[in-house]
């Protein structure tokens, strides 16, 4: 694999509603694909999981920016002749963090390696399950309306979804899990805080066990590991991390330590697909369960995570969902829910490519950069 070039598109697309969380509300979603391209001619692609401001990570899509064309670009110069994809992990290593600059990197040469040698990236990551079990996740409705909460859940279970996922701060917790499971009293439920409680909120969060919740995700800040191991003491539901979760090393140090019993694997916010394979690895030797997280993406992203989400630790339903979820119109050819299914791509790479034209509407800037 020898790269020749390298272009991002930056892409502004319309969320089919506003996505509100405890940092947050999200109206259009500012999204960076990089695209590789080999002196053959073959195309990769991934994408950058960053926001538009630094409320769920200190990365975000003008620093992703900067980072790739000014620190990991120079770095590919050594391994421009890749003969494996750890190679490319391994150059980028020499930037500190920003792993979601680093992901959409070396997913796109990911990409262009796998379909140069005509392998799908599901089964090059080790991939069992030919479908996959979706969850939803679902915002704060911006009223903070329980009714209309409870419809917009209503629209997700008559989908066929398998899990939901109530995204929740102080002060909007009980209403909310009180009125969904009284609606769906056998519904697998879950909640999300993204680091919105603290210690102090012990008792609080052990109050929530009534609604025989699968987890909570994240309810404390990611550098508060002792803190989530006083949450998981005082709660009977398990406790799952997200933001804390870096690395493997990461992930087995909340297993070792009680900090958290599952873990949710973003693989665009780990650096990429190799890491997160290496977490997936770690856990199911722990026999922890994990699953796989969203962060809005579209089907270039969606592609990828779907094929990871085959792997057989990943045992419970994650973040996939149909396109139709975030976006009227999706940037490859829409993931459409079976079931409360999606199927795992099968062609060469992550298996999907954008659609010329919705691309070409929905970029609002791009450049192209020599390797």
């Not at 990089?34 to 990365?59: I, K, L, Q």
């Not at 290593?93 to 379909?115: C, F, N, Q």
């Not at 722990?286 to 630790?313: D, K, Q, Y």
Request: charged residues 20%.
């Amino acid at each position: 694999m020898t790269i020749e070039l390298i272009r991002l598109h930056r892409l502004h697309i319309p969320l089919v509603r506003p996505f509100r969380t405890s940092f947050g509300t999200e109206v259009v979603r500012d999204v960076i694909l990089v695209e590789a391209v080999s002196t053959d001619g073959t195309h990769g692609w991934g994408e950058c999981s960053t926001m538009s401001w630094p409320g769920y990570s200190y990365e975000y899509s003008d620093t992703a920016v900067d980072v790739i064309t000014t620190h990991l670009l120079p770095a590919l110069k050594e391994v421009t002749d890749a003969d494996d994809p750890a190679d490319v992990r391994a150059a980028l290593e020499i930037v500190r963090g920003h792993p979601m600059a680093k992901s959409a990197v070396s997913t796109a040469l990911l990409d262009v390696w796998l379909r140069e040698r005509s392998i799908s990236l599901s089964s090059y990551l080790g991939a069992t399950r030919e479908r996959i079990d979706c969850g939803v996740s679902v915002g704060i409705p911006p009223s903070e309306s329980i009714a209309e909460l409870v419809d917009e859940v209503a629209g997700y279970v008559d989908a066929g979804y398998r899990r939901i996922k109530l995204k929740i701060e102080p002060g909007w917790d009980l209403a909310p899990l009180a009125a969904v499971r009284e609606r769906w009293p056998g519904i697998p439920l879950q909640t999300d805080a993204n680091q919105a409680y603290t210690r102090a909120d012990a008792d609080h969060l052990a109050s929530l066990d009534q609604f025989a919740l699968l987890l909570h995700e994240q309810p404390l800040p990611e550098d508060d590991w002792y803190g989530h191991v006083l949450i998981s003491e005082a709660c009977r539901t398990p406790i799952c991390m997200d933001e804390s979760i870096l690395s493997a090393a990461s992930a087995e140090s909340a297993l070792v330590f009680g900090a958290a019993s599952i873990i949710n694997i973003k693989p665009g916010r780990v650096g990429g697909y190799l890491t997160a394979r290496d977490i997936h690895d770690v856990c199911r030797a722990r026999s922890a369960p994990v699953w796989c997280g969203g962060m809005l993406e579209t089907g270039i992203g969606r592609a990828a995570n779907v094929a990871l989400a085959a792997l057989p630790g990943f045992t419970l339903p994650g973040d996939t969902s149909a396109s139709s979820r975030y976006y009227e119109v999706d940037v490859t050819e829409p993931f459409v829910l079976d079931d409360g299914q999606l199927t795992v791509p099968t062609g060469p790479g992550i298996g999907v490519v954008p659609r010329v034209d919705v691309l070409a509407d929905l970029t609002v800037w791009s450049t192209e950069l020599r390797v």
